[in-house]
């Protein structure tokens, strides 16, 4: 590794870290591919553990340090490494939260759906959360609950954003994800492809997500909506079943992200503990 020593946060070899948010540095190298953030040392573990090659760190001079700051630091040949003090880099805003340790990493190219879906059994698709917490503990609950596949539509938030990616404890780098074509109807592909679809929704005739019909096929994909509006209309009418998770004590529904742990351990997990 080489390590470069910064004093001035103005210096343009941080510009990747410094000088655009999320949503420039995705368009940055077009019509190539974009770059993403990350940060904590698990992260991006996670993120090499994927394959993807980091295009520098920047790391406050301590942690260069710890030793699971090094062992990122090791796999990474003759990276660039920045380094600065920490009265320096606090001026960064939320550098607190990043464990000492960020990485510059080009985007790797988004795989086909198709292909992806030809290979799954348990899928979830996001339609049109935009809040990148609620996109990265959903993640967490599709990884650890047995999904093979997260499917997103277009204005989803990202899941490569630091506070999705971080949220999700880096399982945004592990489990397959993409995004739904533009021009495509979500719940025709997944048809297509002989998956069951389950919408999440409070609407007349939902059944419980206890209710064994749901877990009576062989490929199941499991619909969460918009923290707002929830899942749109023609989704619920194009679904096999609408579900709930029924309620107590006067509350009507959780946050979306609760209801992910809650629906996935039913219809995914349930069929291990059958």
């Known amino acids: 590794m080489k390590i470069i020593k910064i004093n001035d946060l103005g210096d ?3 510009s990747l870290y410094i000088g655009y948010n999320e949503p420039s540095l995705l368009h940055i190298n077009e019509p190539g591919p974009g770059v993403f953030i990350s940060e904590t040392p698990m992260v991006i573990q996670r993120v090499l553990d994927a394959g993807i090659s980091p295009l520098s760190f920047f790391v406050e001079e ?9 062992s990122i630091l090791a796999r990474c040949g003759e990276c660039n490494v920045f380094t600065a003090p920490l009265d320096v880099i606090n001026h960064i805003t939320g550098f607190n939260l990043t464990r000492g340790v960020l990485g510059a990493f080009l985007r ?4 086909d759906p198709d292909e992806l879906l030809s290979s799954s059994r348990h ?7 935009v809040n990148p917490t609620n996109v990265g503990a959903i993640f967490r609950s599709a990884a650890a609950l047995g999904a093979d596949l997260v499917l997103l539509t277009r204005a989803s938030s990202d899941p490569y954003y630091r506070r999705a990616a971080r949220v999700s404890m880096g399982t945004v780098f592990q489990i397959p994800w993409t995004y739904v ?3 495509c109807d979500p719940v025709r592909m997944l048809h297509f492809h002989d998956f069951s679809v389950i919408s999440m929704a409070l609407v007349e005739g939902a059944i419980p997500v206890s209710d064994p019909v749901l877990q009576s096929h062989k490929k199941t994909a499991v619909v969460f909506g918009s923290e707002g509006d929830g899942i749109s209309k023609r989704t619920i009418d194009d679904s096999d079943h609408v579900a709930i998770i029924p309620m107590h004590n006067g509350v009507d529904s959780l946050n979306v992200a609760a209801s992910s742990a809650v629906a996935l351990y039913e219809l995914f997990s349930g069929h291990q503990r059958t």
Request: aromatic share 0%.
């Open 108 to 111: 790797p190219a988004l795989r």
């Open 62 to 70: 301590r942690s260069i340090e710890r030793e699971e700051v090094r």
């Open 123 to 129: 899928v979830v698709l996001l339609e049109d959360i």
């Open 181 to 183: 074509p533009d021009g």
């Open 12 to 14: 343009d070899r941080l």
